[in-house]
């Protein structure tokens, strides 16, 4: 195509430039990313071709023409196709990658070295494996290996629209904090995010191509098209089902992690009560002994003559005394009071989530009846 279209006003037939390579890795990334050429135009008019490649605007990465209303459209485009099973993030990468590539213009084009620092660092990212719950789906991240949590919230922020503050990060049975590394991922292992401010699942169909039934009268080339369609779409079938069962297995996945958390956050809170409860115990003990003292001290205080020196001073001390012992008194009762309300609510969800498992439980009946219908 290059050297038809592209070169031929330029060079001989076989005098191309080593740069023609770079401009041909470009049109092979395309067409393996969308299974189509980047430059199609209808009929076999190489004038016509050269003019759409050479003519471009800076920055397309396809371009092609189509009918509209009886008249032949060219459509340029700087985004990779829909049908390009590339996550947005590769894809985010890789278009101003094909753009330099594919560049008409020549002051603008890559040079070998360029080429292979801007693929370097594209190929030096880190891969990032993120399930977001929410949408039931898997997002993949492409990040600097020195990159902070932070700075994936940010970028998770961009691609799901989940505000950083409501992102909730699981990997395996922990909850990742702002000042945890990003852990090493993969595909059945990874970050489990869902936004905290939504409890929708967004669950989206995803549309499938029909076959065709063949002909009636044989016919080599419509019998040829049908069964390269009909392959596509037992392919596209065979995707889709897997790709199914991989959320599938990444929910169960998340369920059983985000048990375990639960689990995990209620002895917390069951040890936490307790040792509440007993500093609390404790606490009471001491004023006891603190009104006893006081007592002591005013037995005391009533046994020395009026005139005795400091008397007025030490009674004002023991009248202060009994003012801060009174609110820390009533500070203790209503912490005891607030305490003996929630004692039951955590108790119960002890024994739901712990000793009964109840959560993981009912998660596993409701997808029994899935699995039976």
């Known amino acids: 195509m290059y050297g038809r279209c592209m070169l031929r006003s330029n060079y001989g ?50 371009a092609y023409q189509i009918r509209r209303n009886d008249s032949v459209v060219l459509i340029e485009e700087t985004e990779l ?9 590769l894809k985010n990468l890789m278009c101003p990658l094909l753009a330099s590539l594919m560049e008409s213009n020549q002051e603008k084009k890559l040079s070998y070295a360029e080429y292979f620092i801007k693929a370097q660092k594209i190929v ?14 898997p997002v993949r991240v492409y990040i600097e290996p020195e990159n902070s949590l932070q ?28 000042d945890d590394s990003v852990p090493e991922t993969l595909e059945n292992c990874p970050i489990f995010m869902w936004d905290s401010s939504n409890f929708e699942i967004d669950w989206k169909e995803v549309p499938c191509l029909k076959p065709k039934m063949f002909p009636n009268i044989p016919d080599v080339d419509g019998d040829k098209n049908c069964a390269k369609h009909n392959c596509s779409v ?48 404790s606490l009471n003990s001491q004023l006891e002994m603190m009104q006893e003292v006081k007592k002591i001290c005013e037995n005391v205080l009533g046994l020395l003559p009026g005139n005795v020196k400091n008397h007025d001073n030490l009674r004002k001390i023991l009248n202060d005394l009994q003012s801060t012992f009174e609110g820390v008194k009533s500070e203790f009762i209503e912490q005891k009071r607030k305490l003996d309300s929630i004692q039951p609510a955590v108790d119960k969800l002890l024994e739901r989530r712990v000793e009964k498992n ?9 997808v029994a009846k899935i699995n039976v219908s």
Request: hydrophobic share 40%; charged share 25%.
């Open 13 to 62: 037939r076989n005098n191309f430039p080593a740069s023609t390579d770079l401009w041909s890795i470009g049109v092979t990334l395309y067409q393996t990313a969308s299974g189509m050429l980047p430059f199609r135009i209808i009929g076999k008019n190489q004038d016509k071709m050269f003019s759409v490649i050479n003519n471009k605007s800076s920055g397309v990465i396809s």
């Open 81 to 89: 196709p829909k049908n390009c099973l590339m996550s947005p993030a």
């Open 124 to 137: 030096a990212k880190k891969k990032v494996h993120v399930f977001f719950v929410n949408k039931v789906e």
């Open 151 to 178: 700075e994936l919230r940010n970028i998770l922020k961009e691609l799901t629209e989940t505000d950083v503050e409501n992102q909730v990060l699981l990997y395996r049975e922990y909850l990742l904090e702002d």
């Open 234 to 281: 037992a392919h596209m079938y065979r995707r889709l089902v897997q790709d199914l069962m991989r959320r599938y297995d990444h929910i169960q996945l998340y369920t059983s992690y985000l048990n375990q958390v639960i689990v995990t956050q209620s002895l917390s809170i069951s040890k936490e009560s307790q040792l509440i409860k007993a500093t609390l115990v």
């Open 358 to 366: 109840q959560l993981l439980e009912e998660w596993r009946n409701r």
